[in-house]
């Protein structure tokens, strides 16, 4: 467990931390809080479903990697399963701030990674940037979906983002989360790339066509390999890179960015953009030395 997640731990009220504490200290914790323990813990504690969501929050902005705006954003996305991801901000240095990844974002690309095909609500504990609710619209359930903030009424999405902008617009029926996967293949890939096809292969890139996917192969014991997936956005700007949804899977595992040994990126030769540049800049960055290994298919 890091510090911060510890110190976040300790400072929850009494009556919170002692029912918590056996599901976050548990080894085998992911920053996720299944729709069982979350129903056992509103009984064990006595607070509503908003209060218990919102006293979480110090737990997921725990995870912030902010060592530019020393600001620390947390997020709680609910799948339709019924579960909870935590997500934090991760910014890096020496690279473009565009770069960065939103709480907003890495809760989404959490729950994404581990399987949901969309979202309940979503609990931050500050009003979520014109950005992060673009990027929402993107979702499968960006119709319905609520926003819960500290000390407000919970609202719907498009509450927040009036008049929107998304895919329909673009005449687009395809949406973030959606559960429609591809079909690529390569004979080429050793086990490194074929995960990061299979990353590329929940990808969501209907606007350029660029499909991608990143693997990340870690030099620790336990569990080695993370995963993402590029996440495009109408709005273009919004869209998140298969890099950025990897690490936020290794964020969220107390995973340590030192460890990775190798990286391999596949995106398709179709596509209108690449990859490769960026990845390799934000990899740069992390003063890591790693040479990406790329594949076209």
Known sequence: MNKQLQNALNALPENIAMYIKPIVEDKHFGATISAPQFEQLIKQTGLTDKQLRLALLPLAASYSISPISKFCVGAIARGLSGQLY????IEFLNVPLGQSVHAEQSAISHAWMKGEKGLQDITINYSPCGH???FMNELSTAESMRVQLPEQTEKSLQQYLPESFGPKDLDIDSRLMDGKPL?????EADQLMQKAIDALNISHAPYSGSYGGIAIELNTEGESFYCGAYAENAAFN??????QVALIQMQMAGKDFSTISAVALVEL???????QACTQSVLDALALDIELKYLAI
């Open 183 to 187: 079909t690529h293949v390569s004979a």
């Open 269 to 275: 030769k179709s596509g209108t953009i690449s990859h």
């Open 238 to 243: 919004p869209s998140l890179p298969a890099l």
């Open 86 to 89: 935590f997500g934090a901000n």
């Open 132 to 134: 992060c609710r673009q």
